[in-house]
């Protein structure tokens, strides 16, 4: 199949598809050196997972299955045992967005839940599909919404202006 | 004010502009660590297969007035084996249900994937649990069970009259982890489910069926049965009367080892028939290990298979197959909860469980080396741990340890109902697999045989 050409050459396919892997392990992981080990893993997978491309889907999305799991499963051993702290849901005050900038941006990703990461960095830099998104990080349509809202709320709640802002603005 | 779309839009265009800036190292093909790994890996494929061993091993039972069982033969020292990589793990967790009772269902976690049922469905009347890969990891088996009423299954209640239609099912794994059931043994009603144990070479299954429990002690193991299942044909050899609390098979697969007897907390209740027993597959000989009373639960056949290490009243004890010599490897201890010995897959080290305080406990990791060496080291452990939770406090301590197939974590499900996975090389943290969902400690009661409740199988090739 034509698809699977595109991944015949292994190495052509790396060069090619390499700096949108790393951009996609560095959404999730958070940290360059992480996420350079990240991709240099989900590569390790593809390779060995090559013969399971079946060319009914774009590549892309194939690839980036295996960096969203190499992704967690570094944060995974990155992190210590301990209890996971639920987000609980935030009172998001009404309409409150601005640009946000790009550092502001960054910092508020790091508020998520890893999983909740994934799911915004698949639909706001990869414009995938919740179907897609869900075949993805291997859940339902239903639980991909679910993730994206709560991820949003959260990030409206760390990116909105404060209280002063709203007084001295707000008349 | 900004509408949920604009948010988007501007959630959109900030995180592409934040990801466009940031390009990684180079990313030549031929200078990467991928590459490099795999061909690493690839020129390790290509080395020697591992023979399987040729011990050639005639049971010869002696008086039992202190000598020792001998096992005569040769074994041929195997080829390095080429590298192991760590697959799918497989454990046992549980949902209540509406009407009262539970449902258990066997899920699947991997270092690289999210943790996922595998095994059953979503609150209906059928547990599957118990989970145990194959060798090769490409076959799973597991136990099924109906629980008529509220009853639980692991109330300790020994109420087995409670369970319906348990069988012992064997299915195929495939790689992406989807399991596909491939035999039934069906074993009937008023049974425990069946922990099983895989032989070696996949061809046969051990389980134990106790008809009495360790938290109400009998002190006859009269009914108590070991079932030897021969996967071809469904042939169900029964070893009576014996109250198994562990087994393990030979690494040739020719023997299977029993530890019997009842777990006794107290040496003073110890059974008359707390003895190894040893049942040689081709002629069907059971025979009893003089020497080794007072076993206290578990035991574990070296990957060599030149020693079998059990839990004795005076601690660890190993026994040599061939000699017939026992050596001590620890002092006395106490264990409440958790198992050992465990061999690790590699032979370099073994684990076992040990009280702390109260019904505390930590693991245990010792490098026996030659545990028969006339001049042993002075110090065999190589550390002991438990996982801390929040505070320092020790909140994720491990019920019955399992070795990953490559030997360097040792994994268990914890007291808090996580899924955690400890190094025992290097300094890396421990991974969280899975946490707090469910995940149940199934320990087998009135089901006695004291197997890990998870189990880990080795990364399949595609």
């Known amino acids: 199949m034509a698809f699977r050409l595109e991944i015949a050459d292994f190495g052509e396919f790396y060069e090619r598809t390499y700096e949108v892997a790393y951009r996609t392990a560095l959404g999730i992981v958070r940290e360059p050196s992480l996420a350079a080990d990240a991709t240099q893993d989900a590569y390790v997978a593809a390779y060995r997972q090559r013969a399971t491309f079946r060319g009914d889907a774009p590549p892309g999305a194939w690839l980036n299955r295996i960096v969203v799991n190499a992704a967690l499963a570094t944060l995974r051993r990155r992190r210590p045992a301990q209890r996971v702290t639920d987000l609980s849901p935030q009172i998001v005050p009404d309409g409150a967005a601005r640009i946000p900038s790009r550092l502001a941006l960054l910092a508020a990703l790091d508020v998520l839940p890893a999983n909740h990461r994934a799911a915004v960095v698949l639909r706001y830099y990869h414009d995938y599909d919740y179907g897609t998104i869900a075949q993805i990080l291997d859940t339902t349509t239903t639980n991909v919404g679910a993730m994206l809202s709560r991820a949003l709320d959260r990030l409206k709640v760390v990116l909105a202006p404060d209280q002063d802002d709203i007084d001295r603005t707000g008349r | ?462």
């Open chain 2, 1 to 462: 004010m900004a509408s949920q779309a604009e948010f988007d839009r501007l959630l959109r265009s900030a995180l592409r502009e934040a990801l466009e800036r940031e390009t990684g190292p180079d990313p030549r093909w031929t200078d990467s660590p991928a590459a490099q790994r795999i061909e690493r890996g690839e020129r390790a494929e290509r080395g020697e297969r591992p023979l399987r061993l040729l011990a050639v091993a005639a049971l010869v039972a002696t008086l039992a007035t202190g000598a020792a069982l001998l096992l005569a033969g040769q074994t041929q020292e195997p080829p390095p084996a080429p590298a192991v990589a760590n697959g799918w793990i497989a454990y046992t967790v549980r949902q209540p249900l509406p009407a009262g009772g539970e449902d258990l269902d066997i899920w699947f976690s991997h270092v690289d994937r999210e943790p996922r049922r595998a095994v059953g469905a979503p609150a209906d009347t059928i547990s599957q649990l118990c989970p145990a890969f194959s060798a090769d990891g490409r076959r799973l088996a597991y136990a099924r069970t109906a629980v008529e009423g509220s009853s639980q299954l692991d109330d300790g209640s020994g109420n087995v009259a409670a369970y319906r239609d348990v069988a012992l099912v064997i299915a195929d794994v495939r790689p992406d982890g989807t399991v596909v059931d491939r035999q039934t043994i069906e074993l009937g009603d008023g049974v425990p489910p069946p922990c099983p144990v895989w032989a070696p070479g996949s061809e046969r299954i051990a389980f134990g069926l106790p008809r009495t429990s360790p938290i109400n002690p009998e002190t006859s193991p009269a009914g108590s049965e070991v079932q030897v299942v021969r996967l071809a044909d469904g042939d169900i050899t029964v070893l009576p009367d014996l109250l198994a609390t562990d087994l393990d098979w030979s690494p040739d697969g020719r023997f299977l080892a029993i530890s019997g007897g009842r777990l006794a907390f107290d040496p003073g209740q110890s059974l008359p028939i707390d003895r190894l027993h040893l049942y040689a597959i081709d002629t069907g000989a059971l025979e009893t290990i003089a020497a080794t009373d007072g076993p206290r639960g578990s035991l574990s056949w070296a990957p060599d298979g030149r020693a079998l290490a059990y839990t004795s009243l005076e601690g660890l004890r190993v026994l040599n197959t061939e000699s017939g010599e026992q050596a001590q490897l620890t002092g006395p201890y106490r264990s409440m909860h958790g198992i050992g010995p465990i061999w690790s897959p590699d032979g370099d080290r073994i684990a076992y469980q040990r009280s702390t305080f109260g019904e505390h406990h930590e693991v245990v990791v010792l490098e026996p080396g030659d545990p028969f060496d006339d001049d042993p080291p002075g110090e065999r452990v190589h550390g002991a741990f438990h996982v801390r939770g929040e505070s320092g406090r020790p909140g994720l301590e491990p019920f019955r340890v399992t070795w990953s197939p490559d030997s360097s974590y040792l994994l268990s499900v914890t007291w808090t109902g996580s899924l955690v996975a400890v190094p025992v090389k290097g300094d890396g943290p421990p991974i969280v697999l899975a946490r707090d969902d469910g995940i149940v400690p199934y320990e087998g009661y009135p089901n006695t045989t004291m197997v890990p409740i998870q189990t880990w199988a080795r990364e399949l090739a595609e």
